[in-house]
Nanobody, 119 residues
Framework: QVQFVESGGGSVQPGESLRLSCAASGFAFQTSDMSWYRRVPGGGERELVGGISADNYGRNYMDFAKGRFTISRDNLNNAVYLDMTSLKPEDTAVYYC???????????WGQGTQVIVSS
C-alpha cells in the first residue's frame, strides 16, 4: 500500500525558513522520482512545486520555487525533503509529496503538512 506522510509545516513570518519532510512507503522508492506539490487556500488542484530524480542528480522547480526552495532525498530512509527559504505569504498552502517528476505517479495522497506564512 502506497503511503506518504508529510511533516514539518508550521506558522512562520515572511522571510523565514522551513524544512518539510516526507516519509514514503509501499513502492520502490529508490528507483522512483519524487516531487512536492501544494494546494493554496481556496485552490482547486494541487500544483507542482518541484521534483527530484531517483538518482539524485536531476531536479526541476517551478518558477515560484527557483532560488528559494531545494528538494533533496535520502534513499536509505525512503525520505524526501523540501527546504524552503525566504518564505512569502503566497507560499501559504498545504504541501504534499508523491512519486513522479512532472506529475504524480500515484492517485493516493498523504494528509499533507500545512504551511502558513504571515506577519
Amino acid at each position: 500500500q502506497v503511503q506518504f506522510v508529510e511533516s514539518g509545516g508550521g506558522s512562520v513570518q515572511p522571510g523565514e525558513s522551513l524544512r518539510l519532510s516526507c516519509a514514503a512507503s509501499g513502492f520502490a522508492f529508490q528507483t522512483s522520482d519524487m516531487s512536492w506539490y501544494r494546494r493554496v487556500p481556496g485552490g482547486g488542484e494541487r500544483e507542482l512545486v518541484g521534483g527530484i530524480s531517483a538518482d539524485n542528480y536531476g531536479r526541476n522547480y517551478m518558477d515560484f520555487a527557483k532560488g528559494r526552495f531545494t528538494i533533496s532525498r535520502d534513499n536509505l530512509n525512503n525520505a524526501v525533503y523540501l527546504d524552503m527559504t525566504s518564505l512569502k505569504p503566497e507560499d501559504t498552502a498545504v504541501y504534499y509529496c508523491n512519486a513522479g517528476y512532472w506529475r504524480p505517479d500515484f492517485p493516493s495522497w498523504g494528509q499533507g503538512t500545512q504551511v502558513i506564512v504571515s506577519s
